[in-house]
């Protein structure tokens, strides 16, 4: 299929790329798919976009200090549908699967704009009567651990060394893709702990030992960027910063992927786990309130 990076300027200018193979990076490093070396604020690799038929694949690397944004709304990883546009500091990128051709945005009309506002003015009462509904700041349960339970090997005899082989290979393709998955990491850390038990199981105990020491490395540098998230998250809230304070419960929700069932699929929020309800409550919220804002502006 074609697919292509649009590549927007602050001053009107626009560049193509299209994307050749599975997926192409946009950042400042010259060995990006899309080099923009003169936008000190980006990251070596900023974003990862994946084409994947009807939509697209776009994950912001997690150690960015700068968020991407769509819709003026702080955003992590997701599917995408085509002619999206992320925001980045200094420059547009749009994904699309069309041939080039120009297009003039269109100005909404001031009725769909009443009829928005209303909307969300008729919602915000609906949750309690005030342009700011009443936010938990602290998360009222303790949050989940990521590496609770112990890894076991699944197989015995020949089949663990190569269960053992495979769950390493594995694990290290999982802990490359971390930057622009959170919960690859977290994936990479238990695969790296399967691996381990795996090669005690066969009395390969040197592989099992290399396989700690990187699964060790990995979960210290898992569960400091999951405890930065949280604290980030409850300053954020206590001081009403409700733009950052999204961006950090997408960070944590995008960790926790692996401990609970994602909206959109089976299941509901009240069968998540305490911690994981508070997030999905705490997200709705400010997403209602940063609607409301901006209908009123």
Request: glycine fraction near 8%; charge should be negative; aromatic fraction near 6%.
């Amino acid at each position: 299929m074609e697919a292509y990076v649009e590549v927007i300027r602050e001053d009107g200018t626009l560049e193509r790329i299209r994307i050749e193979g599975e997926q192409i990076t946009v950042g400042r490093s010259p060995t990006a798919g899309v080099p923009l070396p003169d936008l000190r604020e980006l990251e070596a690799e900023h974003l990862l976009i994946a084409p994947r038929g009807e939509s697209c694949w776009v994950a912001c690397n997690q150690r960015a200090r700068v968020p991407a944004k769509i819709n003026g709304q702080p955003f992590m990883q997701g599917m995408v549908p085509w002619g999206t546009v992320i925001e980045l500091p200094g420059v547009r990128i749009r994904v699309t699967d069309r041939l080039p051709k120009e297009v003039k945005e269109k100005s909404n009309s001031s009725l769909v704009l009443v009829g928005g506002a209303v909307l969300i003015m008729l919602l915000v009462w609906m949750m309690g009567g005030s342009s700011e509904p009443g936010l938990e700041v602290h998360p009222p349960a303790e949050p989940l651990a990521l590496f609770a339970n112990q890894e076991q090997c699944p197989a015995s005899g020949t089949a663990a060394l190569k269960q053992a082989d495979l769950f390493a290979e594995m694990a290290l393709a999982k802990s490359e893709r971390y930057p622009f998955d959170s919960s690859d990491g977290v994936e990479s850390v238990r695969l790296y702990r399967r691996a381990e038990a795996c090669y005690r199981l066969v009395g390969l105990n040197d592989a099992a030992q290399q396989m700690k020491t990187e699964g060790d490395h990995m979960q210290q540098r898992v569960e400091e960027d999951y405890a930065a998230h949280r604290l980030r998250l409850e300053r954020a809230l206590e001081q009403k910063n409700f733009e950052d304070a999204l961006f950090e419960i997408q960070s944590l929700l995008a960790l926790l992927r692996k401990e609970y069932q994602p909206e959109g699929e089976v299941g509901s929020a009240s069968s998540q786990p305490a911690y994981v309800q508070w997030l999905l409550r705490t997200k709705r919220h400010l997403e209602l309130l940063s609607k409301g804002k901006k209908a009123a502006l």
